[in-house]
């Protein structure tokens, strides 16, 4: 299954809301989740399921969709938020990555 | 403390063989899958291969099968990569990474947990 994510950058300012999408090449339900990755670190799980947050997550992160098109939405943009930002389909085997959203501050 | 921790990677010729290892602390690593991800230079994440909670199954992504070998050693709370004929574009950061299991106790093929990765680079 391809995974087109976009955009593939994106500058925004502290405050903003910030949205990224996934498109599914086939029907995947919710099985999508969303990954946080700052250079040098561990990737972070953001959003499983589609639009469950990982507990400890702030809620100004979201997700929503179902079958082929998710949605993932920062509502107020933090300093912090600077990072690369993936979806991945965890519906079937291989799994696949969005090819990801480079986040920065305008 | 909660973390994987991966070791192994460095510079080695095409051809060549390298193992990578994964080390987890913080949980019961026995009952859970287990991922490797790469990252090349510049590019996005892809995932490599899976191993579940006992190492009875294995599935690996179509570019590394016949090549690469996932296994772990449960008493040492370890997974390992062991990869073969390396090429150069099998150049990348190497993660591990924690399934989550759902309630039925299967895998649902996320990663709740990662490492911070080890660099391989494929080079004459």
């Known amino acids: 299954i391809q995974m087109t994510q976009s955009p593939s950058s994106l500058s925004a300012s502290v405050g903003d809301r910030v949205t990224i999408t996934c498109q599914a090449s086939?029907?995947?339900?919710?099985?999508l989740n969303w990954y946080q990755h700052k250079p040098g670190k561990a990737p972070q799980l953001l959003i499983y399921?589609?639009?469950n947050l990982e507990t400890g997550v702030p809620s100004r992160f979201s997700g929503s969709g179902s079958g082929t098109d998710f949605t993932f939405t920062i509502t107020s943009l933090q300093p912090e938020d600077i990072a690369t930002y993936y979806c991945?389909?965890?519906?079937?085997?291989?799994?696949?990555f969005g090819q990801g959203t480079r986040l920065d501050i305008k | 403390q909660v973390q994987l921790v991966e070791s192994g990677g460095g510079v080695v010729q095409p051809g060549r063989s390298l193992r990578l290892s994964c080390a987890a602390s913080?949980?019961?690593?026995?009952?859970?899958?287990m991922h490797w991800v790469r990252q090349a230079p510049g590019k996005g994440l892809e995932w490599v291969a899976v191993?579940?909670?006992?190492?009875?199954?294995?599935k690996y992504a179509d570019y590394v099968k016949g090549r690469f070998t996932i296994s772990r050693d449960q008493p040492k709370n370890t997974m390992y990569l062991q990869m073969n004929n390396l090429r150069p574009e099998d150049t990348a950061v190497y993660f591990c990474?924690?399934?989550?299991?759902?309630?039925?106790?299967?895998?649902?093929?996320?990663?709740?947990?990662w490492g911070r990765g080890t660099l391989l680079t494929v080079s004459s």
């Open positions: 399921a589609a639009s």
């Open positions: 191993i579940s909670y006992d190492g009875s199954n294995k």
């Open positions: 086939h029907d995947i339900r919710n099985s």
């Open positions: 991945q389909q965890s519906d079937v085997l291989p799994l696949t």
């Open positions: 913080g949980f019961t690593f026995s009952n859970y899958g």
């Open positions: 990474a924690k399934d989550v299991v759902g309630r039925g106790g299967y895998s649902l093929w996320y990663f709740d947990l």
